[in-house]
Every structure is written in structure tokens, then in C-alpha cells.
């Protein structure tokens, strides 16, 4: 079944993606221009902030361009909940050191800006419950395995 859900997904995300623009061949796969993204008809699927969020992390050069099969796997994922590969490739961009801790400060920063929309209460709760080392760090790898 849940096969299923994911290709009828991919197939309406890639005619959501084909109906905002023409897609653009380069070197053999076809890509969709960033500008035409206000075009994508998903504001009942994402808010601007989560728009821009997809465009900064698919085409984190702003080359203007990002492959179509990039965009649907985003959107597949974020449309099927959490994807925690996602989660984890963002999360390690704030690991200065790569030893799989963030301070709590970057952590905070980052969920209250570009994570998950939560009110106060229950931000602050998830901030609460977020598993930190003696240095009051993130472990990476424990916080996903707790919310995935």
C-alpha cells in the first residue's frame, strides 16, 4: 500500500512541476527554473518559509535550476512525513567539527527558523526533551532516531 501512495505522489508532484514551467534539458536531465516556482500551485502544501527552504537546499549555489527528479523526491518526502535523510543532511550542516554534536544555541536556532512549525509551548517542550551531551550538545544521531 504504501508503494502505492508514493507513486501516485511522484505523479502529481511531477504534473504540478510540468504545468508551472517548461522544464529545461541540461546535460541530459531535465530541471525546473527556480523563478517559475511561485508557479508550482503548493500553497496548500507548503508556506513560503518551507518554499524557500526547499529552493535553499536544492540549489544551495542558486544556479537557478534544479533537476526535476530532486524536486519530487523533496516533495514526496516532506508530503510523507518526516524524511530523515533530509533532516540529517541539514542537521549536519551545523556540525562545525563533523563529530556529531551541535551546540544546543545552533540547534535551537536552526528548529525555531527552518525546522518544524511548533507553537511555544511545544517548542520549548522539544527543546526540553532534545538528548544532550555534558556540554549541553546535540547528539545528532539520537535526536533522529527519537523524532523519525
Not at 551546540?103 to 517548542?123: A, C, S, T, W
Amino acid at each position: 500500500m504504501e508503494g502505492a501512495r508514493q507513486a501516485r505522489l511522484e505523479k502529481q508532484v511531477n504534473e504540478m512541476i510540468h504545468l508551472a514551467g517548461v522544464p529545461v534539458e541540461i546535460e541530459g536531465v531535465l530541471h525546473f527554473e527556480v523563478k517559475n516556482s511561485k508557479y508550482l500551485g503548493l500553497n496548500d502544501v507548503l508556506s513560503m518559509k518551507e518554499m524557500d527552504q526547499m529552493i535553499s537546499t536544492l540549489d544551495p549555489e542558486s544556479k537557478g535550476t534544479i533537476p526535476i527528479q530532486s524536486i519530487t523526491d523533496y516533495l514526496v518526502n516532506f508530503l510523507s512525513g518526516y524524511d530523515q535523510d533530509l533532516l540529517h543532511n541539514a542537521l549536519r550542516r551545523l556540525d562545525a567539527d563533523n563529530d556529531g554534536f551541535i551546540p544546543l544555541e545552533d540547534f535551537e536556532y536552526f528548529m525555531r527558523n527552518y525546522g518544524v512549525e511548533l507553537p511555544e509551548k511545544e517548542m520549548s517542550l522539544l527543546l526540553k526533551c532534545v538528548p544532550l551531551d555534558d556540554q549541553k550538545r546535540v547528539n545528532i544521531e539520537k535526536f533522529i532516531k527519537a523524532i523519525c
